[in-house]
């Protein structure tokens, strides 16, 4: 029942969200990227809470240690929508922007107009490659304006939570555009809240954490771009492995 209340409380959030940014489309379109911004913030705290203290679902949110640049791309990891708010609240002083599929860009109210007019990339992943070409470039361009963004280098979401083999293909577009430092983060726990029946089921218990673990400098060149993925999808994929080992340990 604590589950069922929780989605229906993010129902509601979602749905005066929408109205808000139709609202300042209409009326203010000069103020919907700042609005959007203060969104990415606001909106997910109140999700992350509602999760935690109704729904009891657990939380750990590493912040990076160390000293970020104004600009940077996020490379992570994709199991649910929820790594989407996840990321921008463990990046609390950057602004991000996402490399999303363009299926989302429509039907999910609140998110689909965030993604669309807080000018994230939507790419379709099953043709045009001039146009998602041109999304990403875009993208990279919004990085002169101090925004961050965000790539899911599997392409789609795990089922399992197991990190897949990331793809060049959108990072390399961007940094060719834009060079820029590259940051690698992990996260875990979505697979088990990526639909709506799954958190019905499996909100209470579930454990959701997310780390950044390092900032590389900018790669310069294809094979650079290439070589650093590999580094980062082994350097994700050992911190969800140490992860469900320390899970497998508590039960024991």
Known sequence: MLAAFVVLCVFAIFIRAEIHLILVTVFRPSFAMDLITRYQQTVSRRLFILARMIGGMRTDFAHYPGTLPQVFMIISNHQSLVDIPALALAFPRSVVRYV????????????????????????????DYRRGHAELRRLAALSRQGYCPVVFPEGTRSRTGRVRDFQAGAVRIILESEPMPVMSVAVDGGYSISKVWKILVNLRGTHYRVKPLTLYPA??????????????????????????????????
């Open 100 to 127: 999303s599929k363009k299926e989302l860009g429509r039907g999910v109210p609140m998110v689909s107009r965030m993604l669309r007019v807080g000018q994230s990339a939507l790419i379709s992943r099953t043709g």
């Open 219 to 252: 790669p310069r060149g294809k094979k650079a771009v290439v070589d650093l993925l590999e580094k980062m999808q082994a350097e994700i994929a050992e911190q969800v492995d140490a992860w469900r080992r320390e899970d497998t340990e508590k039960r024991a």
